[in-house]
């Protein structure tokens, strides 16, 4: 027995003195204050080069509410082709996503349609020399007494009337693609894009065809409606920055304001709608896509935006490392958040247009507590 106190006992000797130096420790480094009032002057010049300042700028707080969406198409740069002609689709040169210009042929139809606007159209313009020509002997015989008012009048009324019916058929033949053959030549109305295609080569398109054959969505500008829950009306706002993000593309930032806000809450999903028009000169953004936004709402109370590398966390609590000239110094401040850039939002004694440091704030600011 004696054999084991001569064991056990410098063990726990050594295990009470470790416990107390570490709860002296433990103690000492939960009173520990930082001093603010120490100062660094001079720095070496290694470290001169490797710190960068920035300026403090004021800014406000923010509301941020998280939402979903969908893209939408602009109405009025969605246009869908319908099939003005029967016969049977010969070609398709254009599929789905393809991007066009604006006259672009899309596909070429065979149509017996054609044959007949031709000869609609010979008809026509025999009907407008021949009545040119009635025209010309009425008005000559007219200048030379020979015929009265009421028969220049009545020639002159059938000339308009064939040039009207020329028109017509003009404006009929380019609507069906100004072409001299039986061939129907389907070209885009808009540029865009192709969202939609319902032909295929071989396809034969009969009269009562309702269906569009394509559908061109100029999608340079983009509408996403938002689903707007009634806890979070109150945060939306005409003109309110927002933030989007698809599902496709996590990385990429799209921005726009809030420009119409619905006064109609949907009775089976129960959320109120709201849009926002975002560029999309890239053509990244596609209708029926699925959006993560923040709508950006700033409030009254006034903070200071700095570079989240200027914050400092120590013993629980916040710090920047000031520029005074060549000098620098510790201020406690208190961190309240973020911007939509990326900032960090704080309180403090400072001033817009003072200097903090961003770039190696950690090791500065160890140096500085040492002093």
Not at 105 to 133: F, G, H, P
Not at 242 to 247: C, E, G, H, P, T
Not at 267 to 276: F, G, L, N, Q, S
């Amino acid at each position: 027995m004696k054999n084991i106190y001569k064991i056990f006992l410098p063990v726990l000797s050594i295990a009470f003195l470790i416990g107390m130096v570490m709860k002296f420790g433990i103690l000492n480094a939960k009173t520990q204050e930082i001093d603010t009032t120490s100062s660094l002057n001079e720095l070496t010049e290694s470290m001169k080069k490797m710190i960068k300042t920035q300026k403090v700028k004021s800014d406000f707080m923010q509301h941020i509410t998280q939402l979903t969406g969908n893209v939408e198409a602009v109405p009025n740069q969605q246009i869908s082709v319908p099939a003005i002609v029967s016969g049977r689709v010969t070609d398709v040169v254009v599929d789905l996503g393809d991007q066009v210009k604006k006259g672009q042929v899309l596909a070429k139809i065979y149509s017996s349609d054609m044959a007949e606007i031709q000869q609609e159209w010979i008809e026509a313009k025999a009907n407008v020399d021949r009545e040119t020509k009635e025209y010309e002997v009425a008005k000559s015989l007219f200048d030379a007494g020979l015929s009265s008012t009421l028969e220049i009048q009545q020639a002159k009324s059938e000339l308009e009337a064939a040039n009207a019916q020329l028109e017509k058929v003009n404006q009929k033949m380019k609507l069906m693609g100004n072409t001299n053959s039986a061939t129907h030549i389907v070209r885009a109305p808009i540029s865009g894009t192709i969202t939609e295609k319902s032909i295929s080569p071989n396809m034969i398109i009969k009269e009562d065809h309702d269906e569009a054959l394509f559908t061109v969505v100029n999608l340079q500008k983009v509408w996403v409606k938002m689903n707007v829950f009634e806890s979070d009306i109150q945060y939306i706002e005409m003109g309110s920055d927002i933030q989007a993000s698809a599902l496709a593309y996590p990385d990429r930032v799209f921005t726009g304001k809030v420009e119409k806000i619905s006064k109609f809450i949907d009775p089976e999903t129960k959320v109120m709608h709201a849009r926002v028009a975002i560029p999309n000169q890239e053509g990244l953004l596609m209708p029926n896509m699925a959006m993560n936004i923040q709508v950006i709402q700033k409030t009254n109370e006034e903070v200071f935006a700095v570079n989240e590398n200027a914050v400092v966390f120590h013993n629980n609590k916040d710090f920047i490392v000031k520029k005074n000239g060549e000098s620098y110094s510790i201020m406690e401040v208190k961190v309240k958040g973020s911007n939509q850039f990326g900032d960090t939002l704080i309180e403090g004694n400072l001033v817009h247009g003072e200097e903090v440091v961003t770039e190696k704030a950690l090791l500065l600011f160890n140096d500085l507590i040492k002093l």
